[in-house]
């Protein structure tokens, strides 16, 4: 039943760009404020670990998923497993790619919002749609008009000026989040100073308890690296991932998931033993607060949500999708979370990002491998 079939795509299509604009703002705040909030108890959880934890925890959910598709008999499970991953073992080697840039691009991640505020990285890392449009067009055959383009150049202008504005300050656009701390010298005699530091910082506890790096100067400027990296891995992988489950084989999505999931844990088990000194001294867990355990639930959520939209809608919608909670989170930060209000030029900048998405999102698409349910009508 044709009518059937499109509501239904229709409606997983929508409602995982709808979940996935909410739980990409409600991501990008309590990562954010999982590094940064000061918490004498606790030192800074090791980033490795927790991407490992959100990867475990994303197998785990879709092997929960394939045993409740298998009717909840565990023979059927185990059979379904042994055939789609490792009868079909050429499939299955074809995730270690995205597998392992995931898996880069989500340790990035933790870099990038230890290093700068929310919104400034969720801006910024919007230039991924552009890398999206290019491997699409590449790898998918989709061709773009020139509304498409006039729409990407009005992302790079957006992007420029909110970047201008937050180097203009040299402290990112939210210089409130991130009090410096004064240093304290001693003095012979045993008497000490108090050195610099703002008011907001004073009391606090030194300034690597909040921000990756106390230069603010280069702090920010590995931020912006991590996102230029991340929105270059971000395209690639994901126009990989649509190309997978969109065409070729019928191995499901569940399938898809489990697959890249045994990569991105064998190499985030990779990255997690760079950190095997720390991890000796104070433990897998140690420094892990309520917020970090939400970011690994949520992160794993979120994957899990990415994989529905890239299936059921594109990659370049899923951009849309996430632009939209840029102004959903940098109203929270600064109405809920209290950071400095966002300048003229940052709110002038962010609505040509986010106007410029919406004008991709709406011009269809021409070319290229879609399947029911990925135009946005
Ligand atoms: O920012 P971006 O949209 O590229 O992030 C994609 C996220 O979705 C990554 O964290 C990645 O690990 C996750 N993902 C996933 N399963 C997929 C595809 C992506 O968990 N099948």
Redesign the pocket.
Known sequence: NRGWLKTHLLSYKTLSLVVLSVQTSTMVLLLRYSRTSINFAHQPYIITTAVFSS?VL?LGLSLGFLHIESGKVMKATLNRLYEDVFINIWETLKLAI?AFL??V??NL?FIALSNLDAATYQVT?QL?ILTTAIFSWVMLGKRLTPIHWLALCLLMLGVSLVQVEGSSNGNGSNSKVLPVAPEVEVLEGGDSVILGGTEEGAGFPPPDIRNEHPNTEVSRLLGILAVFV?CI???F??VY?ERLVKRGTQTS?II??IQ??MF?IAFAVIAVSSDSTAIKDGGFFQGYSVATWMVVLI??F???V??VA?KYAD?IL??FA?SLSIVMSTLVSWLVLGDAAPSTQFVVGATIVISSTVLYGLTPQKGGVYTAGSQLS
Do not use: D, H, W
């Open positions: 990867e994303k995205p995931y898996v691009q989500n991640l890392y991924k991340s891995s971000s395209g992988s994901g991932f999505l898809r998931n890249l999931g991105s992160q794993a979120g994957g899990l990415v994989s890239m990659n899923k951009g996430t």
